[in-house]
């Protein structure tokens, strides 16, 4: 069945480091991929998308490419800062089924 | 504009004992509706969706049942509850395409004991 696999975390990193949060996914079709951004005592909201492959999403700094060859969008940031610290969800829109599946979350904690 | 409200948010209940949690959408139609368990090291469970009335899928056998008998609105249920249902219970709803942007709910803590 569909699914998706997240590195465990945490992820532990100095301020202006660079980040890299991997996913890889297994689904039929043609899935949608998003990564989503818990930061602390809040509710899960959407951090970027793609839709398609080849796709990149963007948003606040954060990166991730729609790699189909490779099954993968891995969550990237050139220059994290403390404020980046949260839990962070990879999840997939199965095409064919509306099927919204997550990832197990990945935590970043970013000193200064 | 659109909300989703989610009660209630703390809930302890004993063994053995019925659950119902309750999820409603306002300012939109025919949302896909979806009830997910988060625990930690397992992240977003996802237990069962809907995309219209009557219509639920289950992803996950288990003590736990969903209905939806209005078009915006999410029912988790339990007959008898477990020790092993205590999590926390989130609601999401996305358009009627699962290719957009989810909003999640509150949540609802419960505690079975």
């Known amino acids: 069945g569909d699914s998706v696999t997240q590195m465990e975390g945490p992820v532990t990193l100095s301020e202006e480091a660079f980040l890299t949060i991997n996913c890889t996914y297994t689904a039929t079709g043609y899935p949608s991929l998003f990564w989503y951004v818990q930061y602390p005592g809040e509710g899960l909201q959407l951090l970027l998308k793609a839709t398609k492959a080849d796709d990149k999403g963007s948003n606040k700094g954060f990166e991730a490419t729609y790699r189909k060859e490779t099954t993968s969008f891995h969550l990237e940031k050139g220059s994290v800062q403390v404020s980046d610290s949260a839990v962070y969800f990879c999840a997939l829109s199965a095409y064919n089924t509306d099927k919204l599946i997550f990832g197990t979350g990945t935590r970043l904690q970013v000193f200064p | 504009s659109q909300t989703i409200h989610q009660w209630p948010a703390t809930l302890v209940q004993p063994v053995g004992s019925p659950l119902s949690l309750e999820c409603t959408v306002e300012g939109t139609s025919n949302p896909n509706l979806y009830w997910y368990r988060q625990a930690a090291g397992r992240g977003l469970q996802l237990l069962f969706y809907s995309v219209g009335i009557g219509q639920i899928s289950s992803e996950v056998p288990q003590n736990l049942s969903a209905s939806r008998p209005q078009d915006r609105q999410f029912i988790l249920s339990s007959k008898k509850l477990l020790l092993s249902d205590s999590g926390f219970y989130l609601c999401?709803?996305?358009?009627?395409?699962?290719?957009?942007?989810?909003?999640f709910g509150q949540g609802t803590r419960l505690t079975v004991v």
């Open positions: 999401a709803w996305v358009p009627d395409r699962a290719n957009t942007e989810a909003f």
